[in-house]
């Protein structure tokens, strides 16, 4: 496909990531502007890539939208909220797992859905259009319900629609809830990509298979199913079922944005009409580059022509 508009959707907050010495580093990431980020460098120059989400009109919301537009992701869209400001969220490793505490309580984001008219807007004319599970769970219900009915309408007008089903528990009432969101998400979708662990932790699933028959079910036309190091399983309603081996890690030193990189790459690869298995081995391959970095957001790997 030439040229094209790629819309990430969601919230982008401060990040706090380890550093040198005991320190904290701050910046700006999220899991949907984490796919975004990679995106951009991942896709073509003739791919816009944008960012809808909702922001304050204080200061630290003023550096935000000034550090996307730098990162190369265009802003139109994003909202700005009185009285409101962004999340913040630390996080902690421990032998390269990462856990997150999180302070979101007057984020912006959170209203992203409520003007219906701003969302139509952003979704208009877009060729790829990313959420995640994140993006459903910090939505209220109402909100919810609006902004897959504003997905469908785009999906209907021939937008592609992805979906990282993403899970934070933390962030829903309930596990029921948590279930009946990322299905209410999962019936909006083209491409589901959700991660096999999580998957059994919400739906006990025992192998991909189980969870590619659940989104399969709910209309999607393509399943990505991550499992960490382990082998990804992908199908398509076109190509069938494929496997991926992710390539070795010696060492993992940061696995955040693990999964949203490999969202990027696989996303950007169908994109340009990759079949489902290349897609998968090149998402596998950036996001084994990903977490032998620090932090959500890895530089370092395009300026030395670690991807193409």
């Known amino acids: 496909m030439t040229g094209g508009r790629f819309l990430s959707i969601g919230e982008i907050m401060v990040e706090m990531a380890p550093a040198d ?18 995106a951009r460098r991942v896709l073509p120059a003739d791919w816009q890539v ?11 919301s003023d550096d935000m939208a000034a550090f996307m537009a730098r990162e190369g992701i265009d802003t139109a869209a994003v909202r700005r909220v009185p009285d409101r400001t962004v999340g913040l969220y630390m996080i902690q490793l421990k032998r390269g797992e990462r856990s997150f505490s999180y302070w979101r309580g007057q984020s912006a984001a959170k209203t992203l859905a409520d003007d219906t008219g701003a969302l139509g807007a952003a979704l208009a004319g877009v060729d790829i259009v990313h959420f995640s599970g994140i993006t459903l769970a910090i939505l209220s219900a109402p909100a919810r319900q609006a902004f897959c009915a504003a997905l469908a309408r785009a999906r209907a007008a021939g937008s592609h629609i992805a979906f990282d089903t993403n899970l934070r528990p933390r962030l829903w009432p309930g596990a029921e809830a948590m279930r ?23 739906f ?3 192998t991909a298979q189980d969870t590619i028959a659940r989104y399969r079910a709910a209309g999607a036309s393509t399943v990505a199913v991550k499992n960490g190091a382990e082998t990804c399983h992908v199908w398509s309603a076109d190509e069938g079922a494929f496997s991926a081996d992710p390539p070795e890690v010696a060492r993992i030193v940061d696995s955040t944005a693990a999964g949203d990189s490999f969202a990027a790459a696989f996303l950007a690869a169908r994109a340009e009409g990759a079949a489902v298995q290349d897609a998968a081995a090149r998402a596998t391959a950036l996001a084994a580059q990903v977490v032998q970095r620090r932090g959500a957001l890895a530089p370092e790997i395009f300026e030395k022509g670690g991807t193409s």
Do not use: H, K, R
């Not at 910046?27 to 980020?37: E, K």
């Not at 009946?180 to 919400?202: F, R």
């Open 21 to 38: 010495g005991g320190l904290f580093a701050m910046g700006f990431a999220g899991d949907t502007f984490n796919t975004a980020w990679y």
């Open 50 to 60: 944008g960012y809808f989400t909702a922001i304050g009109t204080d200061a630290v």
């Open 180 to 202: 009946d969101g990322l299905m209410q998400g999962a019936a909006v979708a083209d491409t589901v990509l959700p991660s096999l662990d999580e998957e059994a932790l919400a």
């Open 204 to 206: 006990g699933d025992a």
